[in-house]
C-alpha cells in the first residue's frame, strides 16, 4: 500500500500515527511546503515571549519520521493532484503516485483587500514559524505596533510581543474580542483584563487606508504604526482539492470517515469541513485537537481499518495574561450562569443534553462537561443540579455507571 | 499495565491520598516542610458523596483523548501504557484539562504547565503514595 500525506502539522501526524496503528508497513510519503519538522503551529507566540523554543515547540520528536518509516519530503509543494491516475506533482516536477492520499493543506491567512496596504513596509502575518520569526525580527523596544483583528491570532500574537514593543494597539469590526469563542459578557471581562496589561483596542472600527505608519479608520481616527500585523482570519487552504474536482464548500467535504468525496483521498484539519454534533451541521472547526483525530481517524481507514470521527465539536483553551477560558460546543439554548465579575461560567442546555459552555478563571476539571456534550449524555440520567456548580464525577449517580467508568469492582 | 483503582465502599473520605501524593511531588524528604501552611494541589482528588467516597487520578486511557489533544506534543503514551506529561514542552494551555473525562489532568502550582498522576514512577519515590498510605487499603495498584 502506497500512502501520500500533503502537510506536515496535526492531521498529517495523526495520520501518521492512524496508518502505523493499522499497517507497519505500508510506504508513506509526506510533502509539506514548509521546510520544518512537524511544529506546533499554535506555539508560535509562545516561543516569541519565551515560553518555548524551536527545539521544545517540535509536535513530535526528532526520529518520528525515521521511526515511523516516513519518506518525508520538506520544502516540497504540491501543485497537483489528478485522482484518475492517483498521482500527485510536486514543485520539483516530480510525480508521486499513491493509492490513498491525505489532504491535510491547513488553512492561509487572509489578507482583506485594504487601500494603501502596499505602502506599509513591515506587514507581516502570524500564523507559521517563519511568520513568527519574521515579525520578531521586526521589533524593537520603540515598535508601535497595530494588530488588525481581535482573533484568538491576533490577541495571541498581542500576548507574544508586548513585552518586545513600546505600544500594541488591536483594531477590529466586531464590537467585542474573541467572538469565535466567547459571548458578549465573556468578550467583556477577557477585553478589561488585556487592557490591565497595556493592550488597547479600538472596537466596531476597521482601517481605510493605510499611508506608510499611518492608518485611517472608517471613524476617522488615526493609528501611527511601525510594525503592522494583519490577523483578520484564516481561509482553509481548498485549491488543490477544488483543481482535482473533489467536493468543497468553504472546506473540504469530509464525511465521518474523513474521506472526501473521492474514495481514494481523505483530508483533515483546517482545510476541511466536518461534522458539529452540537447542532448537526458540517462546518469548519480550525482547531488543532480536531485535526489531529480527524487525521488519526482517516489514517486508520485508509490502511483498511475502521474508524469514525463522529464526536467533533468545537472546542478551545487558551489563556491570555494568566486568565484562562475554556470553551466548548455551541451557545444556543437554556443558560446557567455564574460571574463575579472577573470569572466567569455558563452552561448552555437544549433537549435534554448539555450543548456548550464558557469558564473562565477557574478551570479544573472542565473535561467532564466537555465529556458530556460529546458522549450526549443524557442530562435526566445524572445529578445535573450537582454536577453544574462543580464538574465532578459524583454527579454519575448510577453506580453502574460511575464503577464502570473507574473500573471498580461491584 | 498496573493502575490505580479506588474501592469506594472501602473509602473513608479522609483526603490522606492527596496530601499523600502532594507529598511525593512536592520533592521534599520531610512531610511536615512540605504540608505545612501550604494549599496543596495534588494530583488525585477525593470526591465525597451523601453514601459514597472515592478518589479519581488519570485512568491511562487505552486511546486518551488527552494525548491527541495536546497542543504542544508534551502528553504521550509510554510503552508501558502510561501517559505521561513533558513540562518542558508543555505551555499550559490546559486543552488537556478542557478534554479529559475524568478531571484528572490539573494545572500544576504556577500554572504555567499541567500535571497529572503518573504512578509515582518520576518522583523518586517508586510506588504509588497514595496506595501505599491508604488507611483502609481502600486504593490499590493492580492488573484489571
Not at chain 1, 459552555?357 to 445529578?383: C, H, N, Q, W
Amino acid at each position: 500500500m502506497k500512502y501520500v500525506i500533503i502537510g506536515n502539522s496535526a492531521g498529517a501526524v495523526g495520520c501518521v500515527e492512524g496508518i502505523r496503528k493499522t499497517d507497519p508497513e505500508g510506504s508513506i510519503t509526506l510533502i509539506a511546503s514548509e521546510p520544518h519538522h512537524t511544529y506546533s503551529r499554535p506555539l508560535i507566540s509562545y516561543l516569541l515571549c519565551g515560553l518555548t523554543d524551536e527545539e521544545r515547540m517540535k509536535y513530535r520528536g526528532n526520529s518520528f519520521y525515521e521511526d515511523n518509516n516516513v519518506d518525508a519530503r520538506l520544502g516540497v509543494t504540491v501543485t497537483k493532484i489528478d485522482p484518475a491516475a492517483k498521482t500527485v506533482t510536486t514543485d520539483s516536477g516530480e510525480t508521486v503516485s499513491y493509492d490513498k492520499l491525505l489532504i491535510a493543506t491547513g488553512s492561509n491567512p487572509f489578507i482583506p483587500p485594504m487601500a494603501g496596504l502596499d505602502s506599509v513596509e513591515k506587514k507581516f502575518t502570524f500564523m507559521t514559524l517563519d511568520s513568527a520569526k519574521a515579525l520578531d525580527a521586526a521589533l524593537t523596544p520603540d515598535s508601535r505596533v497595530l494588530i488588525v483583528g481581535a482573533g484568538l491570532i491576533g490577541l495571541k500574537c498581542a500576548e507574544g510581543i508586548l513585552d518586545k514593543v513600546k505600544e500594541i494597539t488591536v483594531v477590529d469590526l466586531a464590537d467585542r474580542i474573541l467572538p469565535s469563542i466567547l459571548d458578549k459578557d465573556g468578550s467583556d471581562i477577557m477585553q478589561k483584563h488585556i487592557e490591565k496589561h497595556g493592550v488597547k483596542f479600538i472596537l466596531s472600527d476597521s482601517v481605510k487606508e493605510f499611508d506608510g505608519g499611518a492608518a485611517t479608520l472608517n471613524s476617522g481616527k488615526n493609528v501611527d504604526f511601525d510594525v503592522l500585523v494583519i490577523a483578520v482570519g484564516v481561509r482553509p487552504a481548498t485549491a488543490l482539492a477544488k483543481e482535482a474536482g473533489l467536493n468543497v464548500n468553504r472546506g473540504i467535504v469530509t464525511d465521518t470517515k474523513c474521506a472526501t468525496s473521492d474514495p481514494s483521498i481523505y483530508a483533515a484539519g483546517d482545510c476541511t469541513e466536518s461534522l458539529d454534533i452540537t447542532t448537526g451541521e458540517n462546518k469548519i472547526m480550525a482547531l488543532l485537537p480536531n485535526a489531529y483525530m480527524q487525521g488519526e481517524c482517516a489514517g486508520i481507514n485508509m490502511a483498511g481499518g475502521e474508524a469514525l470521527y463522529d464526536k467533533g465539536i468545537p472546542m478551545n483553551a487558551i489563556g491570555f495574561f494568566g486568565l484562562h477560558i475554556v470553551s466548548a460546543g455551541t451557545y444556543d439554548g437554556d443558560e446557567y450562569l455564574e460571574t463575579d465579575g472577573e470569572s466567569y461560567k455558563k452552561l448552555v442546555t437544549k433537549d435534554g443534553l448539555l450543548k456548550g459552555f464558557i469558564i473562565m478563571g477557574d478551570v479544573r476539571r472542565a473535561g467532564i462537561y466537555t465529556s458530556l456534550i460529546r458522549e450526549k449524555t443524557p442530562l435526566d440520567t445524572i445529578d445535573f443540579e450537582l454536577i453544574k456548580r462543580s464538574p465532578q464525577l459524583m454527579a454519575f449517580a448510577s453506580d453502574s455507571e460511575r464503577r464502570g467508568k473507574l473500573k471498580i469492582k461491584a | 499495565m498496573k493502575k490505580i483503582y479506588v474501592n469506594e465502599e472501602w473509602c473513608l473520605g479522609c483526603h490522606l491520598c492527596e496530601y499523600y501524593c502532594a507529598f511525593a511531588n512536592s520533592g521534599k524528604s520531610n512531610m511536615v516542610s512540605a504540608l505545612k501552611d501550604v494549599k496543596i494541589n495534588p494530583r488525585i482528588q477525593v470526591e465525597e458523596g451523601k453514601d459514597v467516597c472515592f478518589a479519581v487520578n488519570c485512568r491511562h486511557c487505552p486511546d486518551p483523548i488527552c494525548v491527541k489533544s495536546c497542543i504542544a506534543g508534551a502528553l504521550s503514551k509510554n510503552p508501558e501504557g502510561m501517559i505521561e506529561i513533558n513540562t518542558d514542552k508543555c505551555v499550559g494551555c490546559f486543552t488537556c484539562v478542557l478534554v479529559c473525562p475524568f478531571g484528572a489532568i490539573m494545572p500544576n502550582d504556577d500554572g504555567h504547565a499541567i500535571q497529572k498522576c503518573e504512578l509515582c514512577t518520576k518522583n523518586g519515590n517508586g510506588t504509588p503514595n497514595c496506595v501505599a498510605h491508604c488507611p483502609n487499603n481502600a486504593i490499590v495498584y493492580e492488573e484489571r
